[in-house]
């Protein structure tokens, strides 16, 4: 197969070796490009990371609410969020040590 393919992000003709990966962008920053292109489409239509159908007026109600919380229930959920997000550094250094005492457990000697 010698067909010549081009960049969907700039037109530029994909290298070989990209097309074998099936690559449909030139290089890297195109297919950084297409992603985030790709991100904002979605994001119009739904939130990007749950998938819930979400309007122009609820994204802003939640950019509100990450700033300041309007409700008593607002105020609740915020600082729920808030607890949440404190714990994560100690949630990812247990995991980590944990990771760490697998690692240990076949040592290795370079020798
Ligand atoms: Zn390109």
Request: aromatic letters at 8%.
């Amino acid at each position: 197969m010698n067909e010549k393919l081009f960049c969907v992000m700039c037109g530029t003709e994909i290298p070989e070796e990209r097309l074998k990966r099936r690559a449909v962008t030139c290089k890297e920053e195109c297919a950084k490009e297409r992603t985030r292109y790709l991100h904002r489409r979605t994001a119009r239509r739904k939130c990007r990371y749950c998938m819930q159908p979400a309007t122009p007026e609820e994204q802003s109600a939640f950019k509100r609410w990450r700033k300041k919380p309007a409700t008593p229930e607002e105020q609740a959920s915020y600082e729920h969020w808030r607890n949440w997000q404190a714990a994560q550094p100690a949630v990812r250094a247990a995991r980590a040590s944990a990771i760490e005492s697998t690692t240990q457990e076949t040592p290795h000697d370079p020798t």
